[in-house]
């Protein structure tokens, strides 16, 4: 159960805040890759002391977590309290067993994820291009979840749609199934009803939003701001995000100095249905990040506390009226924990590489 603290800074000491517990929901084995039955567990890779091949930010609807390897261009789907997948997905299986199902999809390095509580499943799939002559290829170590690449360049990607029934209902591009590739995709979250939101750069920040494989918006090319701060600041904008409705969308942008590029504040928008933008915030602490929406309409800003022991949640209403806290304190060695992410529902989890083990913990 959470319980209320009191806590003097961040300059919230006379706000309530909450703090979380952490819950453990999945905890699942770590082999490297000298042990064997690699295709049974979550798999690692290891450069000295340093393990890594691992999601920073896992997708689970609760029941089931979903564990890409780009190094082996598959992902592994585990059942709550399984310590062996249920399935795999990938384009050729690594080794067939009878309790694991395996799914074919089209070749090509996994990166993002995204799930639904009717278990569609969202995968993007890099492009495995082929390096030039005077280029060497990358090994399976070099590969990474965000962008895959022979020359330091972002590689195309499509995003293969799978129902609750494991069957292909297409690859989805920027505008929909069978259309172009995304370049570089920043991050990916599905939502009740066929929703699919993709934050992705094409080359400006865009969020696109599609239902059931068809592109319904883009938010894209804003300019936030007064025409007297478009003058005198660079302004820049730093994360879209939705509501799980695809009703509001909530903009972070920077306004920056135009010689010395100093951020000089942030300001929070709203983007409604109709496309009209309403400013909601202006931020002045350079500590206090925008972080996420929240389903009763308003949003989170995020303050990291004194040597990244924990982090403040503040909550604020759809107005922009500052409302209370929640604190995520990390227990044990703080290196082991990933940072916190939320997703559109509201929830807020931590993976962590502890033991021998990768985990994933709801904060509550």
């Known amino acids: 159960m959470a319980a209320g603290i009191s806590l003097q800074s961040a300059g919230c000491a006379r706000f309530r805040i909450e703090e979380l517990q952490p819950t453990p929901l999945f905890s699942i084995p770590i ?54 997948p249920l399935k795999i997905f990938g384009n050729v299986n690594p080794a067939p067993h009878e309790d694991i199902k395996f799914v074919k999809i089209r070749a090509g390095t996994p990166g993002w994820a995204a799930t639904d509580e009717d278990e569609n499943i969202y995968i993007q799939l890099h492009t495995d291009v082929k390096p030039a002559a005077n280029e060497i290829a ?17 590689t195309p990607s499509q995003i293969v ?11 989805i591009g920027q505008n929909g199934y069978n259309s172009e590739n995304f370049g570089l995709i920043i991050r990916m979250d599905a939502a009740e009803e066929g929703l699919l939101f993709v934050l992705h750069k094409s ?12 592109k319904m918006k883009s938010i894209t090319g804003l300019a936030p701001g007064t025409d007297q701060e478009k003058k005198k600041y660079l302004v820049q904008v730093e994360d879209i995000v939705p509501d799980a409705a695809a009703k ?25 249905e109709n496309d009209q933008s309403t400013e909601l915030l202006n931020i002045e602490d350079p500590d206090d990040f925008f972080s996420w929406t929240r389903p009763d309409g308003g949003f989170y800003l995020t303050h990291t506390e004194e040597e990244g022991s924990g982090i403040l949640f503040k909550i604020y209403n759809p107005g922009g009226e500052y409302l209370n806290n929640r604190l995520v ?14 997703t559109l529902q509201g929830r807020i989890y931590t993976s962590r590489l502890f033991r021998g083990k990768y985990e994933l913990y709801e904060w509550k």
């Not at 749609?161 to 690859?171: A, C, K, M, S, T």
């Not at 304190?329 to 939320?342: A, G, H, Q």
């Open 248 to 272: 509001f969308f909530i903009v972070s942008a920077a306004f920056r100095d135009k010689t010395g590029y100093n951020l000089e504040y942030r300001k929070i928008f709203r983007i409604d």
């Open 329 to 342: 304190v990390f227990p044990d060695i703080r290196s082991s924990w990933r940072e916190p992410y939320l």
């Open 138 to 154: 990358l090994s399976p170590e070099e590969r990474q979840t965000g962008q895959v690449s022979h020359t330091g360049e972002v």
């Open 31 to 84: 082999k490297l890759p000298d042990e064997p039955n690699l295709e049974q567990t979550v798999q690692a890779l290891q450069n000295g002391r340093v393990v890594y091949n691992f999601p920073v930010k896992p997708v689970t609807d609760g029941t089931y977590l979903y564990v890409t390897d780009p190094a082996r261009s598959l992902v592994r789907v585990f059942s709550r309290g399984s310590t062996r």
């Open 203 to 214: 080359p400006e920040l865009t969020l696109s939003v599609f239902r059931n494989g068809k």
């Open 161 to 171: 749609h799978l129902n609750d029934q494991d069957e292909i209902l297409g690859y």
